[in-house]
């Protein structure tokens, strides 16, 4: 079983920056994959970021609509994922919600409210 406690959200001015942390408990965390998801007002909820670890080196992909914007990464020995948020627009307005994959289940945090507005 894995639990996941999110922070970091909060009102930003469009340009602004966050960055949102999702610490896991459970023994595990090492070789999870890692996923953030968003979902603004009236839509489905969409991927944003993930990242996945093979031997020593973690493979980060990014939805097109954050790629070059967002980072996503994770530290290991702390059981934390994070992504930095940068140059955040209008439209990345929502919550978010991180997502660990253990090979066998899905396990989500609770989301954190993010908005962009001026």
């Known amino acids: 079983q894995v639990q996941l406690v999110e922070s970091g959200g909060g009102l930003v001015q469009p340009g602004g920056s966050l960055r949102l942390s999702c610490a896991a408990s459970?023994?595990?965390?090492?070789?999870?994959?890692l996923g953030w998801y968003r979902q603004a007002p009236g839509k489905e909820r969409e991927w944003v970021a993930g990242i996945s670890r093979r031997a020593i080196i973690n493979y980060a992909d990014y939805a097109d609509s954050v790629k070059g914007r967002f980072t996503i990464s994770r530290d290991n020995a702390k059981k934390t994922m994070y992504l930095q948020m940068n140059n955040l627009k209008p439209e990345d307005t929502g919550v978010y919600y991180c997502k660990v994959n253990d090979g066998l289940h899905d396990y989500w945090g609770q989301g954190t409210q993010v908005t962009v507005s001026s």
């Open positions: 459970g023994s595990g965390f090492s070789g999870y994959v």
